[in-house]
């Protein structure tokens, strides 16, 4: 069974920073991309990041370009989100998600992500 | 990048109604378009892959159709548990993209 663990939200200051990580299991996660893709309270869902199997090829939305950090470790079946200088505006709920080749996708449960002073 | 127009953006519905919604690509995206049911504290719920898969457990009430550019999601009974949001995805490119979304409601 596919499973993929979000941890690391909390509130954090504006300007602060925060890492994200997910735990995936029940596929070969060396092998494939994996992106995160965010949801603002009561807004609509927005990709953020993408990274390929091999971290050769990583792609961020404009948004958070310069700011947030993709990462994977492939021996420890896990991907991270680094997020500096973070905004208000970044407020939202950060999920883990896996486009499988057959076409099928995987979220995890989210992990929230809170920007105030 | 590759914008998704999803509508309507609220749709009043009663129990049994056949629904329907439609997004609409910027450009041709071949089958690469999910759909998705959220409720509110929820994740979202995947219910269609490659525009007419049915993901498994999903009843067959829901199916999806299209391809290119113009793509529906059709319920064709309405149930009680059915009143939630409903998202279009396309990821036929890296940089994926989402419908606005579409509130079913209750009329």
């Known amino acids: 069974e596919v499973q993929l663990v979000e941890s690391g939200g909390g509130l954090v200051k504006p300007g602060g920073s925060l890492r994200l990580a997910c735990a995936a299991s029940?596929?070969?996660?060396?092998?494939?991309?994996m992106n995160w893709v965010r949801q603002a309270p009561g807004k609509g869902l927005e990709w953020v990041s993408s990274?390929?199997?091999?971290?050769?090829?990583?792609y961020y939305a404009d948004s958070v370009r310069g700011r947030f950090t993709i990462s994977r470790d492939n021996a420890k079946n896990s991907l991270y989100l680094q997020m500096n200088s973070l905004r208000a505006e970044d407020t939202a709920v950060y999920y883990c998600?896996?486009?499988?080749?057959?076409?099928?996708?995987?979220w995890g449960q989210g992990t929230l992500v809170t920007v105030s002073s | 990048d590759i914008q998704m127009t999803q509508s309507p953006s609220t749709l009043s519905a009663s129990v049994g109604d056949r629904v329907t919604i439609t997004c609409r690509a910027s450009?041709?995206?071949?089958?690469?378009l999910a759909w998705y049911q959220q409720k509110p504290g929820k994740a979202p719920k995947l219910l269609i892959y490659?525009?007419?898969s049915l993901e498994s457990g999903v009843p067959s009430r829901f199916s999806g159709s299209g391809s290119g550019t113009e793509f529906t999601l059709t319920i064709s009974s309405l149930q009680p548990d059915d009143f939630a949001s409903y998202y279009c995805?396309?990821?036929?490119?890296?940089?994926?993209?989402f419908g606005q979304g579409t509130k079913v409601e209750i009329k």
């Open positions: 990274i390929s199997s091999t971290s050769s090829y990583i």
């Open positions: 995805q396309q990821y036929n490119s890296y940089s994926q993209t």
């Open positions: 029940g596929f070969t996660f060396s092998s494939y991309s």
């Open positions: 490659k525009a007419s």
């Open positions: 450009q041709s995206i071949s089958s690469w």
């Open positions: 998600e896996w486009l499988q080749p057959q076409g099928s996708i995987y």
